[in-house]
T-cell receptor, first 113, second 113 residues
Framework: AQSVSQHNHHVILSEAASLELGCNYS??????LFWYVQYPGQHLQLLLK??????LVKGIKGFEAEFIKSKFSFNLRKPSVQWSDTAEYFC???????????FGAGTRLTVKP | DTGVSQDPRHKITKRGQNVTFRCDPI?????LYWYRQTLGQGPEFLTY????????KSRLLSDRFSAERPKGSFSTLEIQRTEQGDSAMYLC???????????FGQGTRLTVV
Protein backbone atom coordinates (compact mmCIF):
# COMPACT_ATOMS: atom_id res chain seq x y z
CA ALA A 1 0.00 0.00 0.00
CA GLN A 2 1.13 3.53 -0.65
CA SER A 3 2.46 5.75 2.14
CA VAL A 4 3.40 9.40 2.37
CA SER A 5 6.07 11.12 4.43
CA GLN A 6 6.39 14.81 5.06
CA HIS A 7 9.80 15.77 6.33
CA ASN A 8 9.02 18.88 8.32
CA HIS A 9 6.56 18.92 11.19
CA HIS A 10 6.70 22.64 11.85
CA VAL A 11 8.18 25.37 9.69
CA ILE A 12 8.47 28.98 10.83
CA LEU A 13 9.16 31.69 8.26
CA SER A 14 9.05 35.44 8.03
CA GLU A 15 6.83 37.12 5.48
CA ALA A 16 8.35 37.25 1.97
CA ALA A 17 10.56 34.24 2.63
CA SER A 18 10.48 31.38 0.15
CA LEU A 19 8.83 28.11 1.09
CA GLU A 20 9.51 24.53 0.17
CA LEU A 21 7.74 21.66 1.94
CA GLY A 22 8.96 18.17 1.25
CA CYS A 23 6.75 15.21 0.39
CA ASN A 24 7.84 11.72 -0.55
CA TYR A 25 5.62 8.77 -1.29
CA SER A 26 6.19 5.07 -1.63
CA UNK A 27 4.34 3.33 -4.41
CA UNK A 28 5.70 1.83 -7.57
CA UNK A 29 2.78 2.40 -9.89
CA UNK A 30 0.92 5.35 -11.36
CA UNK A 31 -0.25 7.80 -8.73
CA UNK A 32 -2.35 10.91 -8.31
CA LEU A 33 -0.80 13.50 -6.01
CA PHE A 34 -2.37 16.27 -3.98
CA TRP A 35 -1.57 19.06 -1.58
CA TYR A 36 -4.33 20.10 0.81
CA VAL A 37 -4.29 23.05 3.17
CA GLN A 38 -6.16 23.48 6.44
CA TYR A 39 -6.42 27.02 7.76
CA PRO A 40 -7.10 27.40 11.48
CA GLY A 41 -10.68 26.38 12.25
CA GLN A 42 -11.47 25.48 8.65
CA HIS A 43 -11.85 22.29 6.64
CA LEU A 44 -9.28 20.76 4.33
CA GLN A 45 -9.09 22.52 0.98
CA LEU A 46 -7.32 21.43 -2.18
CA LEU A 47 -4.29 23.55 -3.09
CA LEU A 48 -3.23 21.68 -6.19
CA LYS A 49 -3.19 18.25 -7.78
CA UNK A 50 -1.18 16.23 -10.26
CA UNK A 51 -2.76 13.51 -12.37
CA UNK A 52 -0.57 13.46 -15.50
CA UNK A 53 1.23 15.73 -17.97
CA UNK A 54 3.44 18.65 -16.99
CA UNK A 55 5.15 17.69 -13.71
CA LEU A 56 5.17 21.32 -12.57
CA VAL A 57 1.71 22.03 -11.26
CA LYS A 58 0.40 25.45 -10.33
CA GLY A 59 -2.28 25.82 -7.71
CA ILE A 60 -4.17 28.52 -5.93
CA LYS A 61 -2.66 31.42 -3.99
CA GLY A 62 0.68 31.28 -5.80
CA PHE A 63 1.58 27.73 -4.74
CA GLU A 64 3.18 25.24 -7.07
CA ALA A 65 4.50 21.70 -6.78
CA GLU A 66 6.88 19.61 -8.84
CA PHE A 67 6.44 15.90 -9.38
CA ILE A 68 9.81 14.17 -9.69
CA LYS A 69 9.03 10.56 -10.49
CA SER A 70 12.58 9.30 -10.05
CA LYS A 71 12.66 10.68 -6.53
CA PHE A 72 9.07 9.77 -5.63
CA SER A 73 8.67 13.37 -4.54
CA PHE A 74 6.02 16.08 -4.83
CA ASN A 75 7.40 19.12 -3.03
CA LEU A 76 5.31 22.22 -2.49
CA ARG A 77 6.80 25.65 -3.14
CA LYS A 78 5.90 29.29 -2.90
CA PRO A 79 8.39 32.06 -3.73
CA SER A 80 7.12 34.55 -1.15
CA VAL A 81 4.89 33.57 1.76
CA GLN A 82 2.35 35.81 3.46
CA TRP A 83 1.06 35.85 7.02
CA SER A 84 -2.23 34.45 5.68
CA ASP A 85 -0.43 31.28 4.56
CA THR A 86 -0.21 30.21 8.19
CA ALA A 87 -1.90 26.80 8.13
CA GLU A 88 -1.32 23.07 8.13
CA TYR A 89 -0.34 21.51 4.82
CA PHE A 90 -0.96 17.89 3.90
CA CYS A 91 0.46 15.92 1.03
CA UNK A 92 -1.69 13.03 -0.23
CA UNK A 93 -1.42 10.27 -2.77
CA UNK A 94 -3.69 7.67 -4.22
CA UNK A 95 -2.78 4.97 -6.63
CA UNK A 96 -4.37 5.29 -10.03
CA UNK A 97 -7.90 3.83 -9.89
CA UNK A 98 -7.65 3.40 -6.12
CA UNK A 99 -9.81 5.45 -3.80
CA UNK A 100 -7.74 4.89 -0.67
CA UNK A 101 -6.12 8.32 -0.48
CA UNK A 102 -3.18 8.32 1.92
CA PHE A 103 -2.14 11.49 3.70
CA GLY A 104 1.14 12.55 5.22
CA ALA A 105 1.27 13.64 8.86
CA GLY A 106 1.16 17.28 7.82
CA THR A 107 3.47 20.27 8.14
CA ARG A 108 2.42 23.21 10.24
CA LEU A 109 3.53 26.49 8.68
CA THR A 110 3.75 29.60 10.80
CA VAL A 111 4.46 32.86 8.98
CA LYS A 112 5.57 35.73 11.18
CA PRO A 113 4.39 39.19 10.10
CA ASP B 1 -23.78 26.32 1.49
CA THR B 2 -23.33 23.62 -1.13
CA GLY B 3 -20.25 21.99 0.37
CA VAL B 4 -19.95 18.79 2.39
CA SER B 5 -21.73 19.13 5.72
CA GLN B 6 -21.27 17.05 8.83
CA ASP B 7 -23.37 16.81 11.95
CA PRO B 8 -22.74 17.21 14.81
CA ARG B 9 -19.61 19.34 14.85
CA HIS B 10 -18.70 18.19 18.34
CA LYS B 11 -19.72 15.16 20.37
CA ILE B 12 -18.73 14.28 23.91
CA THR B 13 -19.74 10.81 25.05
CA LYS B 14 -19.03 8.46 27.90
CA ARG B 15 -16.99 5.36 27.28
CA GLY B 16 -19.20 2.46 26.28
CA GLN B 17 -21.90 4.57 24.65
CA ASN B 18 -22.83 4.42 20.98
CA VAL B 19 -22.52 7.46 18.74
CA THR B 20 -23.67 8.20 15.21
CA PHE B 21 -22.41 10.88 12.86
CA ARG B 22 -24.00 12.12 9.67
CA CYS B 23 -22.44 13.37 6.44
CA ASP B 24 -24.25 15.11 3.58
CA PRO B 25 -22.02 15.17 0.50
CA ILE B 26 -22.13 17.63 -2.37
CA UNK B 27 -25.35 16.71 -4.12
CA UNK B 28 -23.99 15.54 -7.49
CA UNK B 29 -21.11 13.57 -5.97
CA UNK B 30 -21.56 9.82 -6.00
CA UNK B 31 -18.42 8.96 -4.05
CA LEU B 32 -18.24 9.43 -0.30
CA TYR B 33 -15.30 8.83 2.03
CA TRP B 34 -14.82 8.68 5.79
CA TYR B 35 -11.48 9.53 7.40
CA ARG B 36 -10.26 9.79 10.96
CA GLN B 37 -7.72 12.35 12.07
CA THR B 38 -5.93 12.42 15.42
CA LEU B 39 -3.78 15.22 16.77
CA GLY B 40 -0.54 15.64 14.89
CA GLN B 41 -1.48 13.16 12.18
CA GLY B 42 -2.90 13.37 8.72
CA PRO B 43 -6.33 11.96 7.91
CA GLU B 44 -6.50 8.14 7.86
CA PHE B 45 -8.80 6.44 5.39
CA LEU B 46 -11.63 4.45 6.96
CA THR B 47 -14.10 3.57 4.22
CA TYR B 48 -15.49 4.60 0.86
CA UNK B 49 -18.87 4.40 -0.90
CA UNK B 50 -19.80 4.67 -4.52
CA UNK B 51 -23.51 5.45 -4.54
CA UNK B 52 -24.96 3.14 -1.86
CA UNK B 53 -22.30 0.43 -2.18
CA UNK B 54 -19.52 0.32 0.39
CA UNK B 55 -16.56 -0.63 -1.79
CA UNK B 56 -13.55 -0.38 0.48
CA LYS B 57 -12.94 -0.65 4.21
CA SER B 58 -9.70 -0.03 6.02
CA ARG B 59 -8.39 -2.45 8.59
CA LEU B 60 -8.70 0.53 10.95
CA LEU B 61 -12.46 0.03 10.79
CA SER B 62 -12.99 -2.46 13.60
CA ASP B 63 -16.25 -4.36 14.05
CA ARG B 64 -17.43 -1.61 16.41
CA PHE B 65 -17.57 0.76 13.45
CA SER B 66 -20.25 0.62 10.80
CA ALA B 67 -21.02 2.99 7.96
CA GLU B 68 -24.05 3.19 5.72
CA ARG B 69 -25.22 5.18 2.76
CA PRO B 70 -28.70 3.77 2.28
CA LYS B 71 -29.94 5.82 -0.66
CA GLY B 72 -26.65 6.87 -2.13
CA SER B 73 -26.96 10.36 -0.69
CA PHE B 74 -26.15 11.06 2.98
CA SER B 75 -24.05 8.65 5.02
CA THR B 76 -23.87 7.71 8.68
CA LEU B 77 -20.92 6.43 10.68
CA GLU B 78 -21.77 4.62 13.90
CA ILE B 79 -19.32 3.68 16.62
CA GLN B 80 -20.57 1.17 19.17
CA ARG B 81 -19.20 0.78 22.69
CA THR B 82 -16.92 3.78 22.30
CA GLU B 83 -13.42 3.69 23.76
CA GLN B 84 -11.12 6.54 24.70
CA GLY B 85 -8.95 5.67 21.71
CA ASP B 86 -11.85 6.56 19.44
CA SER B 87 -11.43 10.23 20.35
CA ALA B 88 -10.56 11.96 17.08
CA MET B 89 -11.86 14.17 14.33
CA TYR B 90 -14.01 12.21 11.89
CA LEU B 91 -13.92 13.68 8.40
CA CYS B 92 -16.22 13.08 5.48
CA UNK B 93 -15.34 13.86 1.88
CA UNK B 94 -17.07 13.45 -1.46
CA UNK B 95 -16.06 13.39 -5.11
CA UNK B 96 -17.37 12.55 -8.55
CA UNK B 97 -16.58 9.46 -10.56
CA UNK B 98 -13.70 10.16 -12.94
CA UNK B 99 -12.36 13.00 -10.82
CA UNK B 100 -10.52 11.92 -7.72
CA UNK B 101 -10.39 15.39 -6.16
CA UNK B 102 -12.15 15.04 -2.83
CA UNK B 103 -13.98 17.86 -1.06
CA PHE B 104 -13.94 17.70 2.73
CA GLY B 105 -16.45 18.66 5.38
CA GLN B 106 -15.49 20.41 8.59
CA GLY B 107 -15.52 17.19 10.55
CA THR B 108 -17.08 15.88 13.75
CA ARG B 109 -14.83 16.05 16.77
CA LEU B 110 -15.49 13.12 19.09
CA THR B 111 -14.31 13.13 22.69
CA VAL B 112 -14.79 9.95 24.69
CA VAL B 113 -14.55 10.51 28.45
Amino acid sequence: AQSVSQHNHHVILSEAASLELGCNYSYGGTVNLFWYVQYPGQHLQLLLKYFSGDPLVKGIKGFEAEFIKSKFSFNLRKPSVQWSDTAEYFCAVNAYNNNDMRFGAGTRLTVKP
Amino acid sequence: DTGVSQDPRHKITKRGQNVTFRCDPISEHNRLYWYRQTLGQGPEFLTYFQNEAQLEKSRLLSDRFSAERPKGSFSTLEIQRTEQGDSAMYLCASSQVGNTEAFFGQGTRLTVV
